[in-house]
């Protein structure tokens, strides 16, 4: 064995004050000190075994230690593992092709980069290079795409929703020019409505805000809108197809690029290849990341055929954008959830774990909201189901307290704190064990609000 993997397995719990001060975190949600995993499931430094409802913030698609891709990286490893952008290399070549063929007709060109937040700014790079007259663009209420300078101005992170200033506000001098219009929040608008449980009528609304917002709200044309096509950090909140295609027309009477942050819809979590295949909307550039490697880093976005993309001078340029090990995970997932029929199996057992929720919410106070495509799953937690008002509180003692039960719950949404509980394992995820989960998290219920449900 080596030395550093020695050093590593031999790490105990008391070490951990010798080394904790040296290390800093910009943020995160705080959780166990994990170790191992395998399959679904994820050990502790205590070697307590958790059935993983976060597949690691949504990017394992495959679970843990899946032997088949830990097999190819190890190949390709004592091939190469690094080369720069500039030099062409053959998993970069099967991979673009193969995005291509499983995403919607017309998206067909690829640029590889590294990280969420700088993969966004690609994005918008794309859209002021085919609309250089124009300088605006505009995100959703409750919308995440990352923290960095730029994407700052686009995530929710830096406003008022939380109850103050914090975070990304701090930098919102450098990415002024964002627009913020409402989301369809369905469960909870964010304007009176006639009849709460109408979403055409929120779907309206928003459609009418955006469009006055085009209109009265930008100085000078809107660039690009870029928006999640369900949106996930701010709260697993899934949009409708006439909104989405609403937006889509929109945007075309504008002249405004439609950019999809498709960073956790993407290879298979909503049970098809991306969000554009599940409602037949398809925007001007997509957006991959997390999932796309398997655990490995690596992002993308994919263009349409419609728009200009970038040229080899230096705009958009990664030290690490042409990693094969991540590429050829990459292409290993997408050849597995192929051929053993992943998305099948995501479209099963999803209905069955959403299936059991229900169930359960028919017998408690406190599920307000069951949300859930495929294995993209949200359960909005409420101290009365009449009035709706979110209970954070309760959320966040549903994951503490599942961490007692050997279960990593995902919490999510926006306002006072985070009052959405999320589901969302990887997608080799069996009935037997989305059974599991299922029983995991009534017993956490019943420990946190007291219910037999």
Same mark, same amino acid.
């Given at each position: 064995?080596?030395?550093?993997?020695?050093?590593?397995?031999?790490?105990?719990?008391?070490?951990?004050?010798?080394?904790?001060?040296?290390?800093?975190?910009?943020?995160?949600?705080?959780?166990?000190?994990?170790?191992?995993?395998?399959?679904?499931?994820?050990?502790?430094?205590?070697?307590?075994?958790?059935?993983?409802?976060?597949?690691?913030?949504?990017?394992?698609?495959?679970?843990?230690?899946?032997?088949?891709?830990?097999?190819?990286?190890?190949?390709?490893?004592?091939?190469?593992?690094?080369?720069?952008?500039?030099?062409?290399?053959?998993?970069?070549?099967?991979?673009?092709?193969?995005?291509?063929?499983?995403?919607?007709?017309?998206?067909?060109?690829?640029?590889?980069?590294?990280?969420?937040?700088?993969?966004?700014?690609?994005?918008?790079?794309?859209?002021?290079?085919?609309?250089?007259?124009?300088? !605006?663009?505009?995100?959703?209420?409750?919308?995440?795409?990352?923290?960095?300078?730029?994407?700052?101005?686009?995530?929710?992170?830096?406003?008022?929703?939380?109850?103050?200033?914090?975070?990304?506000?701090?930098?919102?001098?450098?990415? &002024?020019?964002?627009?913020?219009?409402?989301?369809?929040?369905?469960?909870?608008?964010?304007?009176?409505?006639?009849?709460?449980?109408?979403?055409?009528?929120?779907?309206?609304?928003?459609?009418?805000?955006?469009?006055? &917002?085009?209109?009265?709200?930008?100085?000078?044309?809107?660039?690009?809108?870029?928006?999640?096509?369900?949106?996930?950090?701010?709260?697993?909140?899934?949009?409708?197809?006439?909104?989405?295609?609403?937006?889509?027309?929109?945007? !075309?009477?504008?002249?405004?690029?439609?950019?999809?942050?498709?960073?956790?819809?993407?290879?298979?979590?909503?049970?098809?290849?991306?969000?554009?295949?599940?409602?037949?909307?398809?925007?001007?550039?997509?957006?991959?990341?997390?999932?796309?490697?398997?655990?490995?880093?690596?992002?993308?976005?994919?263009?349409?055929?419609?728009?200009?993309?970038?040229?080899?001078?230096?705009?958009?340029?990664?030290?690490?954008?042409? !990693? &094969?090990?991540?590429?050829?995970?990459?292409?290993?997932?997408?050849?597995?959830?192929?051929?053993? !029929?992943?998305?099948?199996?995501?479209?099963?057992?999803?209905?069955?774990?959403?299936?059991?929720?229900?169930?359960?919410?028919?017998?408690?106070?406190?599920?307000?909201?069951?949300?859930?495509?495929?294995?993209?799953?949200?359960?909005?937690?409420?101290?009365?189901?009449?009035?709706?008002?979110?209970?954070?509180?309760?959320?966040?003692?549903?994951?503490?307290?599942?961490?007692?039960?050997?279960?990593?719950?995902?919490?999510?949404?926006?306002?006072?704190?985070?009052?959405?509980?999320?589901?969302?394992?990887?997608?080799?995820?069996?009935?037997?064990?989305?059974?599991?989960?299922?029983?995991?998290?009534?017993?956490?219920?019943?420990?946190?609000?007291?219910?037999?449900?």
């Amino acid at each position: 064995m080596d030395s550093i993997i020695k050093k590593i397995l031999d790490f105990k719990k008391e070490d951990i004050p010798e080394y904790e001060p040296y290390l800093m975190l910009g943020g995160g949600t705080p959780g166990v000190n994990l170790i191992k995993g395998e399959n679904v499931y994820v050990y502790d430094i205590d070697d307590k075994k958790y059935i993983d409802c976060t597949s690691q913030s949504w990017a394992l698609h495959l679970g843990y230690a899946h032997p088949e891709l830990n097999q190819a990286v190890k190949e390709q490893i004592d091939y190469s593992n690094h080369f720069h952008t500039g030099f062409y290399t053959v998993p970069r070549y099967l991979l673009a092709k193969k995005l291509a063929e499983i995403f919607p007709e017309k998206m067909n060109r690829v640029l590889f980069t590294i990280g969420g937040g700088a993969t966004i700014e690609a994005a918008l790079k794309v859209a002021i290079l085919n609309r250089p007259k124009a300088h !605006n663009f505009i995100s959703l209420y409750g919308a995440y795409h990352g923290t960095s300078f730029m994407t700052t101005g686009a995530s929710h992170t830096g406003t008022m929703a939380s109850g103050k200033y914090h975070g990304g506000a701090d930098l919102a001098h450098f990415s &002024q020019n964002f627009i913020r219009v409402p989301a369809p929040y369905y469960y909870r608008p964010y304007f009176e409505v006639t009849n709460k449980d109408d979403k055409d009528e929120v779907d309206r609304r928003c459609l009418e805000a955006l469009e006055m &917002q085009i209109k009265y709200g930008s100085t000078g044309p809107v660039c690009a809108l870029l928006m999640e096509p369900l949106q996930a950090s701010g709260g697993q909140i899934i949009f409708s197809k006439n909104y989405l295609q609403g937006v889509r027309d929109i945007c !075309n009477r504008n002249n405004i690029i439609l950019i999809w942050d498709c960073i956790q819809t993407a290879f298979g979590r909503m049970g098809t290849w991306s969000a554009a295949e599940y409602y037949g909307v398809t925007p001007d550039i997509m957006v991959l990341g997390k999932s796309m490697g398997a655990g490995y880093p690596i992002n993308a976005i994919v263009i349409s055929d419609d728009i200009e993309g970038v040229k080899m001078d230096g705009i958009d340029l990664h030290t690490f954008g042409n !990693n &094969q090990v991540s590429q050829v995970a990459s292409l290993k997932m997408i050849e597995i959830i192929e051929r053993d !029929n992943i998305l099948g199996n995501v479209n099963s057992v999803g209905a069955f774990i959403r299936g059991g929720l229900l169930e359960m919410q028919k017998k408690s106070d406190h599920i307000g909201d069951v949300r859930a495509i495929g294995f993209h799953i949200g359960i909005e937690f409420v101290k009365d189901r009449e009035t709706r008002e979110p209970d954070y509180k309760g959320c966040t003692a549903m994951r503490d307290k599942g961490f007692k039960n050997a279960v990593i719950f995902g919490v999510g949404g926006t306002g006072q704190g985070k009052a959405v509980l999320k589901i969302k394992p990887p997608l080799i995820t069996t009935k037997e064990q989305g059974a599991e989960i299922l029983d995991k998290f009534r017993k956490t219920i019943k420990d946190v609000y007291g219910e037999n449900v």
